[in-house]
């Protein structure tokens, strides 16, 4: 399926079919459906009896297959948290206690999936046509297998199409960039956001939306795991400058995942900046206009900017946190320190 604000990437897309690059990039904001755009490209490719546009008919033997997930000719690499849909699930950690505990799914693209993969291209297609990969997101590989990677996309096997996904395309390995077309995925206007959000029964879009960064995605994804309340206690906390307290905060917030966390954070140093700078008028929280401008008159840019990209290195493991709490402690004390 396309979402409703991917028309004109859809027919950018449809525009490279007649000269397909062996490895396609598609990067861009967390939570505007790349993924999705990526996989139905990928039924496009394999189907049978495209229509006019290029988009798959739903209805030939090719289409069947794949929506069973079963089409001989397509393979998806992805985290074992994606394949068992706990895409918040704890990362790597091994279970103890005699092995009463089961081990939780990987976060990461293991280097085992990469080698199957490998293998998998290395075959004739099945059906005579094209082979298509997907694997997502290209962020989750390791140094290891992103090498491994790399050493296929340098000598392409024949009639293979790798379609790669990235919401981070800052740490995917420059010499992978370099073998790949890359296909910047663009995000929906606020009007469309909006419009799609209500469509979906979300309740109170235009807060909803602010707090997921104008991801509609994400912005469902929030509003159906109920992380809508605890996301504006943070942002209520936060507009106490001074007053806030960390550990108080962490305590409630336990909860949330930590990249959520860390991006109403962003978003919200972002809109401080804004004032600060006097650059323009707040992005993300403009109902928090007057807690952000206390704020702002308590602290000045330079601090900012250094909290800012203090965040971005706590984003960098983000997904593997010792302790989810301790890291929203050390983030909230660090945050309350700008108003000393």
């Known amino acids: 399926m396309l979402y409703p604000w991917q028309r004109e990437d859809w027919q950018r897309l449809a525009a490279l079919r007649d000269r397909l690059p062996h490895a396609l ?44 997930g079963n089409h001989p000719d397509f393979t998806v690499v992805r985290p074992e948290a994606l394949e068992a849909g706990t895409g918040d699930a704890d990362g790597d950690g091994e279970g103890s206690g005699g092995g009463s505990k089961k081990k939780a799914p990987s976060k990461i693209i293991r280097m085992e999936q990469v080698r199957g993969l490998i293998e998998a291209v290395g075959v004739g297609t099945h059906r005579a046509g094209l082979r298509v990969v997907v ?69 109170d879009v235009e807060a909803q939306l602010a707090l997921s960064g104008g991801a509609p995605l994400t912005a469902l994804h929030a509003a159906e795991a109920e992380e809508q309340p605890l996301q504006r206690l943070l942002v209520g906390q936060l507009g106490a400058g001074a007053a806030f307290d960390p550990l108080a905060a962490a305590e409630q917030l336990q909860k949330l ?37 206390r704020c702002a008159g308590a602290t000045d840019a330079h601090r900012l900017q250094g909290f800012a990209a203090r ?30």
């Open 25 to 68: 990039l598609l990067h861009g904001q967390q939570g505007i459906g790349k993924r999705d755009l990526a996989l139905h490209f990928a039924q496009g490719l394999l189907c049978e009896s495209p229509l006019a546009d290029g988009q798959p008919c739903n209805t030939c033997g090719a289409c069947h297959w794949f929506s069973q």
């Open 135 to 203: 694997v997502y997101p290209l962020d989750a590989l390791q140094t290891e297998g992103a090498n491994a990677l790399l050493k296929t996309l340098e000598e392409p096997p024949a009639s293979t199409v790798f379609l790669l996904v990235t919401d981070r395309i800052d740490r995917v390995l420059p010499t992978i960039l370099s073998r790949c077309r890359q296909f910047s995925v663009a995000r929906p206007t606020h009007a469309a956001a909006l419009e799609w959000l209500r469509s979906q029964g979300v309740a």
């Open 257 to 293: 995942p930590v990249p959520a966390v860390l991006g109403v954070l962003q978003r919200w140093t972002y809109d401080l900046l804004t004032l600060c700078l006097g650059t323009g008028a707040v992005r993300y929280f403009p109902k928090e206009q007057a807690a952000l401008g």
């Open 311 to 340: 965040l971005v290195n706590h984003r960098r493991s983000e997904n593997h946190p010792l302790a989810a709490r301790l890291v929203m402690e050390s983030v909230f004390l660090d945050y309350r320190q700008l108003f000393r």
